[in-house]
Protein backbone atom coordinates (compact mmCIF):
# COMPACT_ATOMS: atom_id res chain seq x y z
CA UNK A 1 0.00 0.00 0.00
CA UNK A 2 1.45 3.35 -0.67
CA UNK A 3 2.52 5.71 2.22
CA UNK A 4 0.12 8.89 1.77
CA UNK A 5 2.83 11.71 0.86
CA UNK A 6 3.96 14.62 2.99
CA UNK A 7 4.30 18.36 2.23
CA UNK A 8 7.19 20.03 1.44
CA UNK A 9 7.52 23.90 1.32
CA UNK A 10 10.88 25.63 -0.66
CA UNK A 11 11.48 28.69 0.08
CA UNK A 12 13.80 30.64 -3.03
CA UNK A 13 16.38 32.89 -2.92
CA UNK A 14 18.87 34.39 -5.46
CA UNK A 15 18.65 33.66 -9.34
CA UNK A 16 17.70 31.25 -11.90
CA UNK A 17 20.13 28.35 -10.85
CA UNK A 18 18.53 28.29 -7.57
CA UNK A 19 15.30 28.23 -9.06
CA UNK A 20 16.58 25.26 -11.12
CA UNK A 21 17.65 23.58 -7.98
CA UNK A 22 14.76 23.73 -6.21
CA UNK A 23 13.28 21.85 -8.75
CA UNK A 24 15.56 19.16 -8.72
CA UNK A 25 15.06 19.06 -5.05
CA UNK A 26 11.26 18.46 -5.55
CA UNK A 27 12.17 16.00 -7.81
CA UNK A 28 14.58 14.33 -5.72
CA UNK A 29 12.05 14.11 -2.50
CA UNK A 30 9.11 13.80 -5.15
CA UNK A 31 8.60 9.65 -4.36
CA UNK A 32 7.64 11.11 -0.50
CA UNK A 33 6.95 14.88 -0.64
CA UNK A 34 3.97 16.75 -2.31
CA UNK A 35 4.99 20.56 -3.04
CA UNK A 36 2.86 23.03 -0.55
CA UNK A 37 2.28 26.84 -1.01
CA UNK A 38 1.04 26.65 2.69
CA UNK A 39 4.36 26.80 4.71
CA UNK A 40 2.55 26.47 7.55
CA UNK A 41 1.23 22.65 6.67
CA UNK A 42 4.77 21.83 6.06
CA UNK A 43 6.44 18.45 7.17
CA UNK A 44 10.05 19.61 5.88
CA UNK A 45 10.94 23.49 5.04
CA UNK A 46 13.59 23.67 3.02
CA UNK A 47 15.24 27.39 2.29
CA UNK A 48 17.81 27.29 -0.64
CA UNK A 49 19.75 30.22 -0.47
CA UNK A 50 21.81 32.84 -2.53
CA UNK A 51 25.21 34.60 -1.08
CA UNK A 52 25.68 36.81 -3.73
CA UNK A 53 25.49 39.80 -1.28
CA UNK A 54 25.46 40.07 1.85
CA UNK A 55 21.91 41.45 1.77
CA UNK A 56 20.68 37.82 0.04
CA UNK A 57 22.36 36.58 3.08
CA UNK A 58 21.02 38.98 6.11
CA UNK A 59 17.22 38.07 4.45
CA UNK A 60 17.97 34.52 4.95
CA UNK A 61 19.29 34.70 8.10
CA UNK A 62 16.05 36.71 9.23
CA UNK A 63 13.89 34.15 7.75
CA UNK A 64 15.61 31.59 9.68
CA UNK A 65 15.31 33.61 12.96
CA UNK A 66 11.67 34.03 11.97
CA UNK A 67 11.03 30.82 11.79
CA UNK A 68 11.52 29.55 15.35
CA UNK A 69 7.99 30.59 16.05
CA UNK A 70 6.97 28.00 13.29
CA UNK A 71 8.98 25.38 14.76
CA UNK A 72 7.97 25.56 18.11
CA UNK A 73 4.38 25.02 16.79
CA UNK A 74 4.57 22.35 14.26
CA UNK A 75 7.72 20.38 16.23
CA UNK A 76 7.69 17.21 13.96
CA UNK A 77 8.14 19.57 10.69
CA UNK A 78 12.05 19.46 9.81
CA UNK A 79 13.87 22.60 8.94
CA UNK A 80 16.54 22.43 6.41
CA UNK A 81 18.85 25.46 5.02
CA UNK A 82 20.48 24.66 1.45
CA UNK A 83 22.70 26.16 -1.09
CA UNK A 84 24.99 29.19 -1.22
CA UNK A 85 24.46 30.28 2.49
CA UNK A 86 24.49 27.17 3.69
CA UNK A 87 27.63 25.93 1.53
CA UNK A 88 29.77 28.86 3.19
CA UNK A 89 28.40 29.29 6.58
CA UNK A 90 28.23 25.32 6.57
CA UNK A 91 28.48 24.04 11.25
CA UNK A 92 28.27 28.47 11.63
CA UNK A 93 24.87 27.83 10.94
CA UNK A 94 23.70 25.60 13.26
CA UNK A 95 25.28 27.02 16.09
CA UNK A 96 23.86 30.52 14.74
CA UNK A 97 20.22 28.78 14.48
CA UNK A 98 19.92 25.80 16.90
CA UNK A 99 16.60 24.82 15.65
CA UNK A 100 17.79 23.25 12.32
CA UNK A 101 17.71 20.19 11.37
CA UNK A 102 19.44 20.26 7.95
CA UNK A 103 22.34 22.19 6.53
CA UNK A 104 22.96 21.46 2.68
CA UNK A 105 25.83 23.05 0.23
CA UNK A 106 25.14 23.49 -3.47
CA UNK A 107 25.69 19.47 -4.01
CA UNK A 108 24.46 18.37 -0.84
CA UNK A 109 20.39 18.56 -2.64
CA UNK A 110 21.10 15.31 -4.48
CA UNK A 111 22.28 13.42 -1.06
CA UNK A 112 18.69 14.61 0.02
CA UNK A 113 16.98 11.65 0.84
CA UNK A 114 19.92 10.44 2.55
CA UNK A 115 20.55 13.70 4.88
CA UNK A 116 17.10 13.15 5.88
CA UNK A 117 17.35 9.32 6.82
CA UNK A 118 20.21 10.12 8.80
CA UNK A 119 18.59 12.99 10.65
CA UNK A 120 15.62 10.95 11.55
CA UNK A 121 17.60 8.25 12.63
CA UNK A 122 20.13 9.82 14.70
CA UNK A 123 17.93 12.79 15.99
CA UNK A 124 20.72 15.27 15.94
CA UNK A 125 21.23 18.19 12.88
CA UNK A 126 22.95 16.85 10.29
CA UNK A 127 25.33 19.06 7.97
CA UNK A 128 26.38 17.95 4.48
CA UNK A 129 28.63 21.05 2.36
CA UNK A 130 31.19 18.39 0.23
CA UNK A 131 31.66 18.45 -2.93
CA UNK A 132 31.64 15.85 -5.80
CA UNK A 133 33.03 15.48 -9.18
CA UNK A 134 29.98 14.24 -10.37
CA UNK A 135 26.40 15.74 -10.64
CA UNK A 136 23.74 13.26 -11.34
CA UNK A 137 21.08 15.46 -12.47
CA UNK A 138 17.52 14.70 -12.48
CA UNK A 139 14.93 14.96 -15.52
CA UNK A 140 11.70 15.65 -15.23
CA UNK A 141 9.30 18.12 -14.66
CA UNK A 142 7.83 20.05 -11.54
CA UNK A 143 4.97 21.73 -13.23
CA UNK A 144 3.30 18.65 -16.01
CA UNK A 145 2.30 20.88 -18.73
CA UNK A 146 4.76 24.10 -18.22
CA UNK A 147 5.64 25.57 -21.84
CA UNK A 148 8.86 26.40 -20.80
CA UNK A 149 12.15 25.02 -18.57
CA UNK A 150 15.43 25.73 -17.28
CA UNK A 151 18.11 23.11 -17.91
CA UNK A 152 21.57 23.36 -16.61
CA UNK A 153 24.13 22.39 -18.73
CA UNK A 154 27.29 23.43 -16.45
CA UNK A 155 27.68 23.83 -12.48
CA UNK A 156 30.64 25.94 -10.57
CA UNK A 157 32.64 28.66 -12.54
CA UNK A 158 36.82 28.92 -12.73
CA UNK A 159 36.63 32.62 -13.28
CA UNK A 160 37.65 34.12 -9.80
CA UNK A 161 36.20 37.34 -10.64
CA UNK A 162 37.74 39.16 -7.56
CA UNK A 163 33.93 40.63 -6.32
CA UNK A 164 32.21 37.29 -6.85
CA UNK A 165 31.93 34.38 -4.16
CA UNK A 166 30.36 31.83 -6.45
CA UNK A 167 33.82 29.67 -7.41
CA UNK A 168 34.05 29.45 -3.58
CA UNK A 169 30.06 27.95 -3.24
CA UNK A 170 29.15 26.01 -5.74
CA UNK A 171 33.18 24.86 -6.73
CA UNK A 172 34.97 24.55 -9.91
CA UNK A 173 33.40 24.55 -13.69
CA UNK A 174 32.25 21.30 -14.49
CA UNK A 175 30.07 20.79 -17.70
CA UNK A 176 27.33 18.21 -18.76
CA UNK A 177 27.54 15.58 -21.07
CA UNK A 178 25.73 16.78 -24.04
CA UNK A 179 23.86 13.34 -24.05
CA UNK A 180 22.28 14.11 -21.04
CA UNK A 181 21.20 17.41 -21.84
CA UNK A 182 19.68 16.51 -25.24
CA UNK A 183 17.89 13.83 -23.39
CA UNK A 184 16.30 15.93 -20.94
CA UNK A 185 15.11 18.81 -23.33
CA UNK A 186 14.29 15.64 -25.99
CA UNK A 187 11.67 14.40 -22.80
CA UNK A 188 10.47 18.06 -22.15
CA UNK A 189 9.47 18.82 -25.90
CA UNK A 190 7.45 15.24 -25.45
CA UNK A 191 5.75 16.26 -23.07
CA UNK A 192 4.43 19.71 -25.16
CA UNK A 193 7.41 22.23 -24.02
CA UNK A 194 8.37 24.52 -26.28
CA UNK A 195 10.98 26.94 -24.80
CA UNK A 196 14.31 25.86 -23.36
CA UNK A 197 16.89 27.96 -21.08
CA UNK A 198 20.06 26.51 -20.75
CA UNK A 199 22.05 27.55 -17.61
CA UNK A 200 25.49 27.89 -16.13
CA UNK A 201 27.56 30.72 -14.61
CA UNK A 202 29.10 30.57 -17.87
CA UNK A 203 27.74 28.47 -20.86
CA UNK A 204 30.37 29.94 -23.48
CA UNK A 205 33.20 28.05 -21.75
CA UNK A 206 30.82 24.53 -22.08
CA UNK A 207 32.36 21.78 -22.67
CA UNK A 208 35.57 21.93 -21.38
CA UNK A 209 36.92 18.27 -19.85
CA UNK A 210 33.76 16.85 -21.64
CA UNK A 211 34.79 13.36 -23.74
CA UNK A 212 32.31 14.44 -26.84
CA UNK A 213 34.25 17.37 -27.42
CA UNK A 214 30.80 19.74 -28.22
CA UNK A 215 31.60 22.89 -27.67
CA UNK A 216 28.72 25.49 -26.74
CA UNK A 217 27.60 26.76 -30.24
CA UNK A 218 27.74 23.03 -31.68
CA UNK A 219 25.56 22.03 -28.23
CA UNK A 220 23.11 24.88 -29.60
CA UNK A 221 23.15 23.51 -33.06
CA UNK A 222 22.46 19.92 -31.71
CA UNK A 223 19.22 21.46 -29.51
CA UNK A 224 18.31 23.47 -32.49
CA UNK A 225 17.48 20.83 -34.87
CA UNK A 226 15.16 19.09 -32.27
CA UNK A 227 11.83 18.91 -33.33
CA UNK A 228 9.16 21.15 -31.56
CA UNK A 229 11.86 23.36 -29.92
CA UNK A 230 10.50 27.09 -30.88
CA UNK A 231 12.14 29.16 -28.36
CA UNK A 232 16.26 28.62 -27.12
CA UNK A 233 17.82 30.96 -24.47
CA UNK A 234 20.93 30.85 -22.66
CA UNK A 235 22.41 32.57 -19.43
CA UNK A 236 24.76 33.54 -18.23
CA UNK A 237 27.39 34.65 -21.04
CA UNK A 238 30.69 35.99 -19.97
CA UNK A 239 31.84 38.87 -22.28
CA UNK A 240 35.29 37.12 -22.59
CA UNK A 241 34.58 34.25 -24.02
CA UNK A 242 31.48 34.86 -26.38
CA UNK A 243 32.91 34.02 -29.97
CA UNK A 244 32.54 34.74 -33.11
CA UNK A 245 31.00 31.41 -33.84
CA UNK A 246 28.79 32.12 -30.63
CA UNK A 247 27.40 35.22 -32.07
CA UNK A 248 26.53 33.96 -35.80
CA UNK A 249 24.45 31.16 -34.18
CA UNK A 250 21.66 34.29 -33.52
CA UNK A 251 21.43 34.37 -37.66
CA UNK A 252 22.00 30.46 -38.22
CA UNK A 253 19.56 29.13 -35.65
CA UNK A 254 15.74 29.84 -35.48
CA UNK A 255 14.94 28.49 -32.47
CA UNK A 256 17.54 30.84 -30.96
CA UNK A 257 15.94 34.09 -29.49
CA UNK A 258 16.91 37.16 -29.89
CA UNK A 259 18.29 38.29 -26.76
CA UNK A 260 21.45 38.13 -25.08
CA UNK A 261 22.24 38.54 -21.19
CA UNK A 262 25.83 39.79 -21.35
CA UNK A 263 27.26 41.39 -17.84
CA UNK A 264 29.39 44.16 -18.30
CA UNK A 265 30.15 44.54 -14.79
CA UNK A 266 31.68 48.06 -14.95
CA UNK A 267 32.47 50.47 -18.08
CA UNK A 268 36.26 51.38 -16.92
CA UNK A 269 39.10 49.53 -17.85
CA UNK A 270 41.08 50.42 -14.44
CA UNK A 271 37.69 48.49 -12.92
CA UNK A 272 37.13 45.61 -15.35
CA UNK A 273 41.03 44.92 -14.65
CA UNK A 274 40.72 45.23 -10.85
CA UNK A 275 37.34 42.42 -11.07
CA UNK A 276 39.82 40.41 -13.59
CA UNK A 277 37.12 40.02 -15.78
CA UNK A 278 39.19 39.79 -19.02
CA UNK A 279 37.88 42.31 -21.24
CA UNK A 280 38.21 45.93 -21.80
CA UNK A 281 35.17 47.94 -22.73
CA UNK A 282 36.80 48.73 -26.37
CA UNK A 283 36.33 44.39 -26.76
CA UNK A 284 33.19 44.31 -24.94
CA UNK A 285 31.74 47.35 -27.04
CA UNK A 286 33.36 45.48 -30.34
CA UNK A 287 31.35 42.09 -29.79
CA UNK A 288 27.81 44.39 -28.74
CA UNK A 289 28.73 45.65 -32.61
CA UNK A 290 28.92 42.56 -34.22
CA UNK A 291 25.94 40.74 -31.78
CA UNK A 292 24.03 43.83 -33.88
CA UNK A 293 24.86 43.75 -37.40
CA UNK A 294 24.45 39.43 -37.01
CA UNK A 295 21.12 40.18 -35.41
CA UNK A 296 19.80 43.73 -36.14
CA UNK A 297 17.24 44.02 -33.04
CA UNK A 298 18.88 41.77 -30.81
CA UNK A 299 17.75 42.88 -27.11
CA UNK A 300 20.37 43.48 -24.81
CA UNK A 301 20.91 43.17 -20.99
CA UNK A 302 23.14 43.37 -18.35
CA UNK A 303 24.46 43.28 -14.81
CA UNK A 304 26.43 46.27 -13.35
CA UNK A 305 28.17 46.81 -9.91
CA UNK A 306 28.71 50.20 -8.35
CA UNK A 307 31.22 51.15 -6.18
CA UNK A 308 33.74 48.56 -6.64
CA UNK A 309 36.74 49.04 -4.47
CA UNK A 310 39.16 52.32 -5.90
CA UNK A 311 35.90 52.93 -8.07
CA UNK A 312 36.73 56.79 -9.15
CA UNK A 313 33.90 59.07 -10.31
CA UNK A 314 35.84 59.31 -13.41
CA UNK A 315 35.46 55.56 -14.16
CA UNK A 316 32.14 56.07 -12.64
CA UNK A 317 31.16 58.42 -15.28
CA UNK A 318 32.93 55.70 -17.68
CA UNK A 319 30.23 53.29 -16.83
CA UNK A 320 27.27 55.85 -17.58
CA UNK A 321 28.64 56.59 -20.83
CA UNK A 322 29.13 52.50 -21.94
CA UNK A 323 25.54 52.34 -20.67
CA UNK A 324 24.16 54.73 -23.18
CA UNK A 325 26.42 53.81 -26.30
CA UNK A 326 25.03 50.41 -25.96
CA UNK A 327 21.10 51.60 -24.64
CA UNK A 328 20.52 48.55 -22.59
CA UNK A 329 17.20 47.16 -22.99
CA UNK A 330 17.06 45.90 -19.41
CA UNK A 331 20.18 46.04 -16.63
CA UNK A 332 20.42 44.50 -12.96
CA UNK A 333 22.61 47.17 -10.83
CA UNK A 334 24.30 46.80 -7.52
CA UNK A 335 26.60 47.89 -5.02
CA UNK A 336 28.88 46.23 -4.69
CA UNK A 337 29.41 44.30 -1.37
CA UNK A 338 32.07 42.54 0.13
CA UNK A 339 31.67 38.70 0.00
CA UNK A 340 34.11 36.13 2.26
CA UNK A 341 37.55 35.12 0.87
CA UNK A 342 36.60 36.96 -2.53
CA UNK A 343 40.37 39.05 -3.27
CA UNK A 344 38.70 42.38 -3.48
CA UNK A 345 37.01 42.28 -0.02
CA UNK A 346 40.92 42.33 1.29
CA UNK A 347 41.49 45.53 -1.07
CA UNK A 348 41.90 48.88 1.41
CA UNK A 349 40.05 51.49 -1.55
CA UNK A 350 36.50 50.31 -0.17
CA UNK A 351 34.36 53.23 -1.16
CA UNK A 352 32.04 54.39 1.43
CA UNK A 353 28.24 53.09 1.61
CA UNK A 354 26.82 56.91 1.25
CA UNK A 355 29.03 57.18 -2.22
CA UNK A 356 27.74 53.97 -3.10
CA UNK A 357 23.99 54.66 -2.63
CA UNK A 358 24.38 57.98 -4.66
CA UNK A 359 25.86 56.29 -7.71
CA UNK A 360 23.43 53.51 -7.94
CA UNK A 361 20.90 56.04 -7.61
CA UNK A 362 21.93 58.33 -10.66
CA UNK A 363 23.11 54.41 -12.57
CA UNK A 364 18.94 53.39 -12.12
CA UNK A 365 17.84 56.31 -13.22
CA UNK A 366 19.49 56.60 -16.52
CA UNK A 367 18.82 52.73 -16.54
CA UNK A 368 15.06 53.53 -15.91
CA UNK A 369 15.22 56.20 -19.06
CA UNK A 370 17.00 53.58 -21.40
CA UNK A 371 14.91 50.75 -20.83
CA UNK A 372 11.22 52.87 -21.18
CA UNK A 373 12.54 54.22 -24.37
CA UNK A 374 13.36 51.06 -25.32
CA UNK A 375 9.70 49.40 -24.03
CA UNK A 376 8.54 52.45 -26.06
CA UNK A 377 9.98 51.38 -29.48
CA UNK A 378 7.63 48.75 -28.97
CA UNK A 379 4.65 50.09 -29.23
CA UNK A 380 2.91 49.94 -32.30
CA UNK A 381 4.20 46.36 -33.06
CA UNK A 382 2.78 42.77 -33.60
CA UNK A 383 4.83 40.49 -31.81
CA UNK A 384 4.60 36.56 -30.95
CA UNK A 385 3.97 35.32 -27.04
CA UNK A 386 4.15 32.50 -25.41
CA UNK A 387 1.80 32.35 -22.26
CA UNK A 388 3.25 31.31 -19.41
CA UNK A 389 0.31 32.04 -17.12
CA UNK A 390 -1.93 34.85 -15.17
CA UNK A 391 -0.34 38.17 -14.72
CA UNK A 392 1.32 38.61 -10.87
CA UNK A 393 0.55 42.19 -11.37
CA UNK A 394 -2.53 42.72 -13.55
CA UNK A 395 -4.69 40.40 -11.63
CA UNK A 396 -7.13 38.43 -14.63
CA UNK A 397 -5.11 39.20 -17.27
CA UNK A 398 -2.72 36.42 -19.02
CA UNK A 399 1.18 37.10 -18.98
CA UNK A 400 3.70 35.90 -21.75
CA UNK A 401 7.19 36.81 -23.22
CA UNK A 402 8.18 38.17 -26.49
CA UNK A 403 11.32 36.15 -28.22
CA UNK A 404 13.11 39.05 -27.07
CA UNK A 405 12.59 38.34 -23.44
CA UNK A 406 9.74 41.33 -22.40
CA UNK A 407 7.47 40.63 -20.30
CA UNK A 408 3.82 41.42 -21.88
CA UNK A 409 0.38 41.29 -19.98
CA UNK A 410 -2.92 41.16 -21.92
CA UNK A 411 -6.46 40.15 -21.83
CA UNK A 412 -7.43 36.45 -22.73
CA UNK A 413 -8.82 33.00 -21.46
CA UNK A 414 -6.82 30.92 -19.04
CA UNK A 415 -6.97 28.08 -21.85
CA UNK A 416 -4.00 29.95 -23.89
CA UNK A 417 -1.54 29.44 -21.33
CA UNK A 418 0.96 27.40 -23.00
CA UNK A 419 0.53 28.14 -26.19
CA UNK A 420 1.48 31.18 -28.79
CA UNK A 421 -0.13 34.02 -29.47
CA UNK A 422 -0.12 37.38 -31.26
CA UNK A 423 -0.13 40.74 -29.82
CA UNK A 424 -0.35 44.25 -30.43
CA UNK A 425 2.09 45.85 -28.45
CA UNK A 426 -0.06 49.19 -26.79
CA UNK A 427 1.65 50.47 -23.89
CA UNK A 428 5.41 50.47 -22.37
CA UNK A 429 5.69 50.06 -18.66
CA UNK A 430 9.33 50.32 -16.96
CA UNK A 431 9.37 46.50 -16.49
CA UNK A 432 6.61 45.76 -18.71
CA UNK A 433 4.71 45.99 -21.48
CA UNK A 434 0.43 45.67 -22.23
CA UNK A 435 -1.46 44.99 -25.45
CA UNK A 436 -4.26 43.18 -26.78
CA UNK A 437 -4.63 40.10 -28.47
CA UNK A 438 -4.77 40.02 -32.36
CA UNK A 439 -4.40 37.58 -35.65
CA UNK A 440 -1.38 37.54 -37.27
N1 LIG B 1 28.17 34.42 -13.91
C1 LIG B 1 27.57 35.62 -14.21
C2 LIG B 1 28.62 36.57 -14.80
O1 LIG B 1 29.74 36.28 -14.95
O2 LIG B 1 28.29 37.69 -15.10
C3 LIG B 1 26.77 36.23 -13.08
C4 LIG B 1 26.91 35.69 -11.71
S1 LIG B 1 26.20 36.48 -10.34
C5 LIG B 1 25.12 35.23 -9.80
C6 LIG B 1 25.06 37.68 -10.87
C7 LIG B 1 25.52 39.10 -10.70
O3 LIG B 1 25.67 39.44 -9.33
C8 LIG B 1 26.88 39.42 -11.28
O4 LIG B 1 26.83 39.56 -12.67
C9 LIG B 1 27.25 40.70 -10.57
O5 LIG B 1 26.75 41.83 -11.25
C10 LIG B 1 26.52 40.55 -9.24
N2 LIG B 1 27.48 40.34 -8.14
C11 LIG B 1 28.25 39.26 -7.94
N3 LIG B 1 29.01 39.44 -6.84
C12 LIG B 1 28.70 40.66 -6.33
C13 LIG B 1 29.16 41.42 -5.22
N4 LIG B 1 30.10 40.96 -4.40
N5 LIG B 1 28.61 42.65 -5.02
C14 LIG B 1 27.66 43.12 -5.84
N6 LIG B 1 27.20 42.45 -6.92
C15 LIG B 1 27.71 41.24 -7.16
FE1 LIG C 1 31.13 35.06 -10.47
FE2 LIG C 1 32.72 35.88 -12.42
FE3 LIG C 1 32.08 33.30 -12.22
FE4 LIG C 1 30.23 35.06 -12.99
S1 LIG C 1 32.11 34.55 -14.10
S2 LIG C 1 30.00 33.45 -11.48
S3 LIG C 1 30.75 36.85 -11.81
S4 LIG C 1 33.29 34.47 -10.78
Given at each position: MNRPKKNLYIKTYGCQMNVYDSEQIALILGRDYDLTDRPEEADLYLINTCSIRRKSEEKVLSLVGRLKGLKNRRPQMLLGVGGCVAQQEGERLLQRA????LVFGAQGIYRLPHLLHQRLESGKAVVDTSFSADLPYISGQVTPGAPKKLVTIMQGCNNYCTYCVVPYVRGPERSRPAAEVINEVQDFLRQGGQEVTLLGQNVNSYGKGLADGLSFPGLLRRLAK????IRLRFTTSHPRDLSDDLICCFAE???????IHL??????NHILARMHRGYTREEYLHKVNRLRQICPGISLTTDLIVGFPGETEADFADTLALMREVAFDAAFYFKYSPRPQ????????QIPEPVKAERLARLRTLQEELSLASNQRLVGQFKEVLVEGLSKQQNQQLCGRLRSNQVVNFDGP????GRMVWVRIEKANLHSLGGHRCQP
Open positions: PHLDLPGLLPPLCDHPVQAGSTAAAALVDQDLI
